[in-house]
């Protein structure tokens, strides 16, 4: 009879840009994608590991990307205060081998996608081109400060993208989202005009 050892969790806490976002990286996948969670009912709904997060006073918003969990707090704590409580307090979940994301939240997040997606003609290719700039220069940069930029609309030459995880609220994102990514599409999409951020 053969036994398995289980690998133990390694786990270790990473700055943000965002000072009321801490990122805990581990050393094991916890979920191949981005799940958001901006408040108690969608995480109740989709994320066993955010609900559970959701039940501490301290918690405001919980990113899951693969081997990383992104902490907003809420601004009435300190960081020294539950950082360290945080950290035991995943390790022990993410050792239980409780789950992480509900079966089904990737279909139903291509299905949000979709309902506040239309778009024919000339505007169909910029959103094309636009989404394709996001995925290859903008999403790997801001997934190592812990958070995410989601495309959100296209109108007129206006962008709207949405801020999550350690982006959302972040006193440096409008700054990456001006100067970074904005010029970077009005280079390369000659009809952006503007783009425009929504917290997540």
């Not at 505007?123 to 495309?151: H, L, R, S």
Request: hydrophobic share 40%.
């Amino acid at each position: 009879m053969s036994t398995t050892t289980k690998s133990p969790v390694m786990l270790y806490t990473e700055q943000t840009p965002n000072p009321e976002s801490l990122k805990y990286v581990t050393n094991k996948m916890l979920f191949q994608g981005t799940a958001d969670f901006m408040d108690e009912e969608t995480a109740i709904e989709w994320s066993p590991l955010a609900a559970d997060l959701f039940s501490l006073p301290y918690v405001k918003g919980v990113y899951i990307c693969n081997n990383f969990v992104t902490v907003t707090k809420e601004l009435n704590y300190a960081w020294e205060d539950v950082m360290l409580n945080l950290k035991s307090y995943l390790k022990e979940y993410i050792e239980s081998g409780k789950g992480i994301i509900n079966e089904g939240y990737e279909e139903a997040k291509k299905q949000w996608e979709m309902e506040a997606e239309e778009y024919s003609g000339d505007d169909a290719d910029i959103v094309v081109k636009i989404k394709d700039m996001i995925q290859t220069y903008v999403k790997p940069a801001v997934e190592m400060d812990g958070g995410n930029i989601e495309f959100k609309a296209y109108e007129d030459g206006v962008v709207t993208l949405v801020m999550q995880g350690a982006c959302s609220g972040c006193p440096s994102s409008t700054v990456t989202l001006k100067a970074g990514i904005e010029g970077m599409l009005k280079r390369m999409v000659p009809q952006v005009k503007e783009v425009v951020a929504e917290m997540g």
